[in-house]
């Protein structure tokens, strides 16, 4: 059960790797929220965990610091690491007015770090398996899949797949789309364009004459171009629709991911 208390705010500490989870206010955001404070004080309590980390209320602990208000009530937890980054992630969705891909982007940090915190915790463990695995000796979840993200974030799962790939590929495409700068779907086109740009045509040997295995070697070459150019073709022309699809029709395909994985 949570313990209400009024607690000093110099007695507060802020975690920096919870924070890099939830955008920074801007600073017209920041300012108007100042104004606020002045004029009616600090009204709704913030959360911090029993170690006095701040988990959701860092800009009203900030303003209370600027404006010289000692005392902030606060709501107490006795959270675990785990518990802590999914109680920042769930509450910074939840209150914050946020893009899509902002939420996406709180989503898959707070699945990194938990999946830091979980493995550091199993590495700790060292040989006892009956800390790491259920009953019937299968490891421990190891992370969630893409529509299990999308549902937690509140997008829809074909954003969730873009930004993933966008995160994995190109780190600063990624924080592109973060920032609003790019959309969600047009950094999939970018990574689209990137790949075929990248695709070299292989020619004929000239210098010998070929044999036919050869022949319908650099054939099925060609053709795996084509087909390629085609996808980016047809998923360019009907968006979102056709790459649904196609993410669709691939995550049901078991032997699929079996080949790939």
Known sequence: ???????????????????????????????????????????????????????????????????????????????DKTQTVNFVRDTAIERRNLTPAQRADIVLKSSDLVESIEAKARENQGKRKDLTSGPAGHDVEKGK?????????????????????????????????????????????????????????????????????ERKLFMAIDNMDLNFNQIIYYVKTNQEKLYEAICDTYDKRYDFWVTVL
């Open 145 to 213: 899949t893409r529509k299990q993200l999308a549902d937690i974030a509140g997008v829809g799962e074909g954003t969730m797949q873009r930004m993933m790939r966008a995160k994995k590929e190109d780190e600063e495409l990624y924080e592109k789309v973060v920032k609003g700068e790019v959309s969600p779907w047009k950094s999939e086109t970018i990574l689209i364009e990137r790949k075929k740009s990248n695709v070299k045509k292989v020619d004929f040997p000239k210098s010998r004459p070929i044999s036919e295995d």
């Open 1 to 79: 059960m949570n313990e209400f208390s009024t607690i000093p705010v110099e007695e507060l500490k802020e975690d920096k790797i919870l924070s890099q989870l939830v955008p920074e206010m801007t600073v017209a955001e920041y300012e108007r929220f100042i104004d606020s404070v002045k004029t009616s004080g600090i009204n709704t309590p913030i959360h911090i965990n029993n170690d006095m980390t701040i988990l959701d209320g860092r800009h009203r602990v900030k303003a209370c610091k600027e404006l010289g208000i000692r005392e902030i009530d606060c709501l107490v937890h006795n959270f």
